[in-house]
């Protein structure tokens, strides 16, 4: 069976093809990229890529010509996972897994519009299919994290709402299992125990055996602080972000459960300790 994964050099794309090295079985990988330069790291490892946009329909025509499967890793642009769905249709393609957004009828950053029109999109298509609604990286939130371990401080004003983080890895190798393995589900919510960023600092007390103090505060006294640290813009754009999203409410966090993602890994999801002890040595 050919199996093609799109966005093979992105992080969740890197993740499932970490494991796909060991555990692809009888299949054949075969990994979209943008240009020949992006996929030569992938090429040494010894999969075959198909170069594709896209934003390109003739471009995905060509890369999914004799596919039987693919993982369509999603993008924020609006609009192009369209021109990826139709050339699948066009080529036959027998299953598509498609990673869009835990929580898509709550307001998540304007983001859920765009997966719930290729969720229906998919739909129409009637190509069989599995949606998995991953819910937000704990990497996101991770520079944060750092800062707080150099700094020995984490300031929050985002009280004891919750967001139940994942670790990347954890959403890829389920994934990459889907995709090997297919589901007889149509939509899978993939999410963790919801967590605090108070409870956040103390994870990381205890991933990184250092003290660190952590207090609320207002969000003018965290925007000054965070203003004091060096992170990167970024970084603090990110700390902003989800926690006024956090104060927000009304976004389906407090239902976040590991259950779905666990009945796939056949593994408990990688516990935050654990997850912040690996982002901190990687």
């Not at 970490?18 to 299949?27: E, G, M, P, R, S």
């Not at 298509?125 to 020995?152: C, D, M, Q, V």
């Not at 976040?256 to 593994?267: A, F």
């Amino acid at each position: 069976m050919n199996i093609l994964i799109t966005g093979a050099n992105g992080g969740y794309g890197t993740h499932v093809l970490n494991y796909l090295t060991q555990n692809k079985k009888n299949n054949k990988i075969i990994c979209l990229v943008r240009s020949e330069e992006k996929g030569k790291k992938i090429k040494e490892k010894g999969f075959e890529i198909r170069i594709g946009d896209y934003s390109n329909l003739d471009s995905m025509k060509k890369a999914l010509k004799g596919i039987d499967r693919v993982l369509l890793v999603s993008t924020h642009v609006p609009g192009v996972h369209k021109n990826v769905i139709d050339a699948a249709k066009e080529n036959g393609v027998k299953y598509i897994v498609y990673t869009s957004l835990y929580g898509v009828d709550y307001q998540k950053f304007g983001l859920e519009k765009n997966h719930k029109e290729t969720e229906e999109y998919i739909k129409k298509s009637g190509i069989p299919h599995t949606i998995l609604r991953n819910n937000w990286y704990l990497e996101l939130i991770f520079p944060l994290l750092e800062i707080a371990k150099k700094e020995h401080k984490l300031l929050y004003y985002s009280g004891d709402n919750r967001i139940s983080w994942i670790l990347r890895k954890d959403l890829a190798e389920a994934g990459a299992k889907i995709i090997l393995d297919k589901s007889d589900k149509e939509i899978l919510d993939f999410a963790n125990k919801p967590c605090s960023l108070k409870e956040l600092g103390n994870y990381l007390i205890e991933a990184s055996n250092e003290k660190i103090d952590i207090k609320e505060v207002t969000k003018e006294e965290f925007e000054n602080w965070i203003n004091s640290t060096g992170i990167s813009q970024m970084g603090k754009f990110l700390s902003i972000s989800y926690q006024d999203y956090l104060l927000k409410g009304n976004n389906g966090e407090e239902d976040g459960t590991p259950e779905d993602l666990e009945k796939i890994l056949n593994h408990p999801v990688t516990s935050y300790p654990d997850s912040i002890k690996y982002l901190l040595n990687h």
